[in-house]
């Protein structure tokens, strides 16, 4: 009889011993970043001249914009967790003018800051493998001799009686900008998502105002490329706001 | 799965093994499991006929990432079948025209005229248009991109009035009558349905890939380009940009460098490339998306093969490739929704005008370039040639 309960016994203890590990022991999980779109303070709206040009005269509408967010670091206090293939084609043409990533299977740490790229590191930039949103087919390719658009803005300039295009392709390995977000308060995964905003006026009117008559296009001109990404490189910032609805025009 | 019940009994057979030593209650127990196991297998086999898996599909690493639908893996058994529906006239109201009546693999599955002709003899509004690689680029069928699936769109002209006019639930009763398609669909399918037949179709056409032009040679580094076509390459690889001395043909913005398809992200693989002004847009993809910034938008196709698929264009304006250059060269017209890389690309500075302004010999290194793309192994490929024909069931 006494093995008997000598055998109950153990597997209680078992039984309870794996349901602390399950509920209350640090678990891996997942975390996730939400990058909210707006034009200044106004909100993202495609193909409608609503905003001001810049630098210069006349209002822009916006036909296409794409960017790749890559190389996701969260800095912990025990670990840095890396994303692996983080490569992300952000685009906000939805309902929610809104872009997110989910992190799966992040190990369990405090995590303090984020770290994101805006482009494409060298190695991958030079390379034909489709890794993470990464396609040597896709609209943000150039050929493979060039790589990949870091950001992609298509779009009109309008003026008095005129419409002028607006194409702003900027890539090239120089233009990678590492970014650093330093969290108000630490994460968990499984905390609530990360909110970041997109301010989409900053690759036009931050280090530099620009006037899109006179710029109306950027592709392969290294300065000019060099110029647009110091703007983008404050095109990402920790949100502020405690609520995500799409702001008003 | 048809392995899966000799798996199960070594596996017992194992389990047995190990439980000698143990308690007679701890037997009974795993016997049970062991008998829940058995019922399961049973119950959870699927009830579909046996199929294989397609073992000759191959595609180059060039061409990325594609996807077979779920609910309709590539199999032997349906691409046997798609191909004989493919090119079986049964599948029309007068059981003269079939789905290769405009798509003749000669002509890398088009039909040489710039609109098609079907059942009701009316000219269709559209050009017919390649079936080479739809695995990639835009995953929206039609010039407007009215279907969802190359499975929805396969049983669209079998019913449309003006090309194979065929009603649907007729044709099931023909094909029920039919003892070869009875044999076919059972193996495929299980039934002859509808959605088997899009299924079907379209397994066949998924594996219509051309993979083995003179560009994929030279991109799997067989052979070199003539320096013609090599400057013809370049120009289809490059946006111009004047300001940094970049002379380019501005082909790559909406033709992909390897696939030569339009986009296949969201609606990116289709665009309003200057044939019309504003007045005279044609909808385009703006019947599907019901916005008016789509309106003479519509699908970037695969340039694969392309000096076999003359005419061009949805609508089939032009007769040759130097006609769609001249185009390009100073033909375009603007509209609301022009795609702003054809509005702002110009090969020469400070010109306002609507022209890419490439020369003469540039315009010739493209065409040599385009001709690059042409496949003869793709038009002569029997896996994907008539069934019905006498020469190829012999070599079968």
Redesign the interface.
């Known amino acids: 009889m006494n093995k008997v309960w000598i055998a109950i016994f153990t597997v209680i203890l078992i039984l309870a011993g794996s349901a602390y590990m399950a509920f209350y022991y640090h678990q891996s999980g997942s975390v996730i970043l939400e990058f909210h779109a707006r034009v200044g303070d106004k909100s993202l709206e ?2 409608q001249p609503l905003y001001p040009n810049p630098g210069g005269k006349g209002r822009f509408s916006i ?2 914009f794409q960017v790749y967010l890559s190389d996701i670091h969260l800095v912990g206090s025990k670990q840095d967790y890396q994303v692996s293939d983080s490569y992300h ?1 952000a685009r906000f ?1 939805n309902e929610t003018r809104r872009y997110r990533i989910e992190l799966s299977d992040v190990p369990y740490d405090e995590y303090s800051d984020v770290m994101i790229s805006i482009g494409v590191d060298e190695e991958a930039n030079s390379s ?1 493998m ?1 890794r993470g949103d990464l ?5 943000m ?5 060039v790589g990949y658009k870091f950001l992609l803005f ?3 300039l309008e003026q008095e009686n005129s419409r002028l ?3 702003y ?1 900027v890539g090239f390995s120089e233009n990678l900008k590492k970014q650093r977000f330093n969290l108000p308060k630490t994460i968990t995964p499984g905390s609530a998502p990360i909110h970041f905003d997109v301010d989409v006026l900053a690759l036009f009117d931050s280090h530099q105002s620009i006037d899109m008559a006179t710029l ?2 950027v ?4 300065n ?1 490329a060099s110029l647009l990404a110091e703007n983008y490189a404050n095109l990402l910032s920790l949100s502020v706001k405690e609520s995500h609805n799409p702001v008003e025009n | 799965m048809a392995l899966l019940p000799q798996q199960t009994g070594q596996m017992i057979a194992s389990v047995d093994c190990e439980l000698m030593s143990m308690p007679k209650v701890a037997i009974i127990i795993s016997g049970f499991a062991v008998l829940l196991l058995a019922v399961a297998i049973i119950v959870l086999q699927p009830t579909g006929p046996q199929t294989r898996p397609l073992l000759s599909f191959s595609a180059p ?5 594609f996807n077979i639908p779920a609910d309709n893996p590539l199999t032997a058994e349906g691409v046997k079948l798609g191909r004989r529906l493919f090119y079986d006239p049964l599948l029309s109201a007068n059981n003269r025209v079939s789905c290769a009546t405009c798509h003749l693999q000669q002509l890398a599955f088009t039909d040489g005229k710039a609109h098609s002709v079907g059942v009701s003899g009316i000219p269709l509004p559209f050009n017919s248009m390649s079936l080479a690689n739809t695995l ?1 680029g835009p995953q929206h069928f039609f010039w407007n991109g009215r279907a969802q699936s190359l499975e929805e769109q396969a049983l669209m002209p079998i019913q449309d009035p003006n090309e194979m006019a065929q009603d649907m639930n007729e044709l099931i009763d023909k094909l029920r009558a039919d003892e070869v398609y009875v044999r076919l669909f059972g193996a495929a399918y299980g039934e002859i349905s509808a959605k088997n037949i899009g299924r079907a179709i379209a397994s066949f056409e998924r594996t219509l890939i051309s993979a083995n032009s003179k560009y994929d040679q030279f991109l799997r580094g067989e052979l070199k380009l003539n320096t013609q076509e090599e400057r013809g390459r370049k120009l289809f ?3 111009p ?1 004047a ?2 001395s ?1 002379r380019g043909g501005n082909c ?1 913005d909406c033709h ?4 030569t ?1 339009g ?4 609606f ?1 693989g289709f665009t309003n490339n200057g044939l019309e002004a504003e007045e005279t847009l044609e909808p385009g993809l703006e019947a599907l998306t019901g916005l ?2 789509d309106r003479g938008k519509f699908k970037v196709p695969s340039l694969r093969n392309i000096a076999l698929t003359a005419p061009y264009m949805h609508d089939g304006r032009f007769s040759s490739l130097e006609q769609v250059l001249d185009h390009y060269n100073g033909g375009i017209k603007l509209s609301s929704t022009l795609s ?2 054809i ?2 690309a110009n090969n020469q500075q400070n010109d306002s005008t609507l022209s890419l302004n490439l020369n003469k010999e540039e315009k010739q290194a493209l065409i040599a370039f385009l001709h690059t793309l042409t496949d003869n192994t793709f038009i002569n490929d029997k896996r994907f040639s008539d069934p019905f024909s006498k020469q190829v069931q012999h070599n079968e």
Not at chain 1, 141 to 145: L, P, T
Request: proline share 8%.
């Open positions: 495609f193909g036909r296409a084609l043409d034909l489709p396609d040597p087919n896709g609209r390719a150039w050929s493979w001799e298509e779009g009109g295009p607006l194409v392709h109306p296009s592709k392969f001109d290294r000019d | 690493f060039v061409f990325g990432h990639w690889m490059a946006h940009d300001k940094a970049l790559i992909s460098q390897f696939l398809s986009f296949n992200t969201q990116d008016a910034a702003p890389l509005f702002e």
